[in-house]
């Protein structure tokens, strides 16, 4: 082929080089769940988004969220915040806290309080009675996007626990009178309804089982375990004091009682341990504990002070504690990935705790008022969500999260580049706001598609560092395969944080030289474009030129 025609091929690749620009990140980005329910099922009883490891205030809103004596919890999903105050329902906007509308559910339904609440297709729910008793509870399907109500259903007694939603099923416990657990459709048609006694207080579930809670008299030292599908007892389990709301994880199951102990029994209702930590729960009968991938977390609220966090392993080994300011009290924790969110109240302020793997303390976040309730706090979306109590009247919805992409320095080659052997490429990735969840080595030959290859930290520790490899800046490097002499290799490095912000380093290329060549090749640059958000596509100018510089080296040495 003379120099000419390998030119003219060239320029009819160049709109394919153009189409290839930039890699596609999005299949190597973090989930990020959203939050729906108070507490709930395996994947979300307690257990939340990767959040980040030190983050900045984005946004902080007065709202009303105050809930029979406590502060109510942060229901999130895309673009929405969900909040109640028991009287009415608010949405507002998840991007910068505007109100976006209120239903309230008091006024419009004869003097009826929302009792509970959670999140799927429609927001959903439950109310009390009329403060006479005449009137029977409601379930409303509430729309997302306007608060108005796409359906209702009268459901009897005033509901006392958690609303779950599970396997297609939404489901809640009523109070002492029937002590029922109550189970309907997405759509609000009734499935099943089964009595296990007491006020039912604590809901989780796991597949098609749901175990349940109570309190008031003997029922509320059993564990019951319920089919889904038609409410069945599967079987329950006699505890020798109170049991207090269950938490589900790898069929387990675990829960705090009235002495203090934490308990776990396997998924046919045994006993497998219990040890006695002093362990805490609130005064809705919820457990004050969270399970993560690998560990439980456990506050304690009884005996001395300085109280503390406790983490577990899930065979009931103690392998690592929080301590706690000598004033302070704990809250609900939240396993958000590595990273706990521990909210706890002060004398005169509340403050949500960030904790590496629930021990070591990465940052803290305080706010003061006259009348402090514990915060409650929800992850969703890379970002946490919190409410502080300022007084009896007035809350605060804070928005904490990271905007900022991680950092991409020095990215080179090590060593030399020849046909037999692969080439390590080097580059310093960091991220100060929330560590490097991936690393990635994007690179194509001659033009063709991108292929992606891990990067992995050139420093290794015994223990992974406090708040995980990129917190501070760190070395990281890959190896691109061999290739024949006379191609063109193109490459990339992309840095991904634990909250999916992320970054493309500027393309680089190199000519891969026969082996006998020994003179070491310094990367060319091919595209100084200026860096924005996630994107920083080559232009495929100098591309071309390295392609038909080979293609013409081949055709003189023939």
């Known amino acids: 082929m003379k120099a000419g025609a390998a030119l003219a091929v060239l320029l009819l690749l160049l709109p394919v080089a153009l189409a290839q620009q930039a890699p596609e990140l999005s299949p190597y980005l973090p989930g990020l769940q959203p939050w729906k329910l108070v507490k709930g099922d395996e994947g979300s009883a307690m257990l939340g988004s990767n959040v980040p490891r030190v983050p900045e205030e984005l946004y902080r809103v007065y709202v009303s969220a105050n809930l029979h004596g406590s502060l109510a ?13 028991g009287i009415a329902v608010y949405a507002l906007n998840a991007e910068n806290g505007k109100e976006e509308w209120e239903a309230d559910v008091y006024d419009n339904f004869k003097g009826r309080f929302v009792e509970t609440y959670a999140l799927n297709e429609h927001l959903y729910v439950a109310t009390s009675r009329t403060p006479g008793g005449g009137g029977r509870s409601f379930l409303l399907a509430l729309s997302k996007s306007t608060g108005r109500v796409v359906w209702k259903k009268e459901v009897g007694d005033k509901p006392t626990s958690n609303m779950i939603i599970a396997d297609g099923r939404l489901c809640f416990g009523t109070v002492y009178t029937e002590g029922l657990v109550r189970c309907f459709t997405l759509s609000g048609e009734p499935v099943w309804s089964t009595k296990v006694g007491g006020n039912v207080r604590g809901l989780a579930a796991s597949g098609d089982v749901l175990y349940v809670s109570t309190e008031g008299g003997e029922p509320s030292k059993k564990l ?23 938490a ?37 009968g919820h457990s004050l504990l969270a399970v993560g991938d690998r560990e439980l ?21 103690v392998i690592g504690n929080f301590t706690l300011d000598k004033e302070e009290e704990p809250g609900r924790p939240v396993a958000a990935g590595d990273i706990v969110l521990l909210p706890v109240r002060g004398r005169d302020y509340g403050r949500v705790y960030f904790l590496w793997r629930g021990t070591t303390l990465l940052y803290q976040v305080t706010y003061r008022g006259e009348e ?17 109590s300022v007084d009896r009247k007035r809350q605060m919805l804070v928005i904490l999260g990271d905007k900022k992409v991680p950092a991409i320095e020095n990215v080179t080659v090590a060593g030399k580049v020849r046909s037999n052997e692969g080439v390590k490429i080097r580059a310093v990735i960091g991220d100060r706001e929330s560590a490097i969840y991936r690393a990635l080595l994007f690179y194509r030959v001659n033009g063709s598609r991108w292929r992606a ?20 800046p760190e070395p990281f490097a890959a190896l691109i395969p061999p290739q024949p002499a006379g191609s063109v290799v193109e490459y990339m490095v992309a840095a991904i944080d634990s909250v ?15 082996p006998e060549e020994e003179k070491e090749r310094a990367p060319v640059r091919v595209s100084a474009a200026k860096e924005e958000r996630g994107v920083c596509g080559p232009t495929s100018t100098a591309l071309i030129a390295l392609l038909a510089l080979a293609l013409l080296r081949r055709q003189n040495s023939r």
């Open 73 to 85: 919890t942060p229901l999130v999903d895309e673009k929405e915040v969900f909040l109640t105050d």
């Open 224 to 246: 019951y375990a319920l089919n889904l599908s038609d409410g069945r007892i599967l079987w329950s389990y006699k505890h020798n004091s109170i049991v207090k709301s269950p």
């Open 248 to 284: 589900v994880k790898n069929g387990r199951i675990f829960f705090v009682d009235s002495t203090g102990s934490v308990v776990s029994l396997s998924e046919d209702g045994k006993l497998a341990w219990a040890k006695k930590l002093g362990a805490g729960s609130d005064v809705n």
């Open 297 to 317: 977390y456990v506050a304690r609220t009884l005996g001395e002070k300085p109280l503390n966090l406790f983490v577990l392993d899930f065979s009931g080994k």
């Open 372 to 388: 402090v309730f514990t915060p409650r706090v929800s992850s969703a979306g890379g970002a946490v969500f919190a409410i502080f």
């Open 453 to 472: 290859v891990e990067m992995l930290p050139e420093r290794r520790y015994v223990v992974e560092p406090a708040g995980g490899y990129g917190l501070k």
């Open 500 to 514: 999916g912000n992320h970054a493309l380093s500027q393309s680089l290329s190199y000519l891969v030289t026969e």
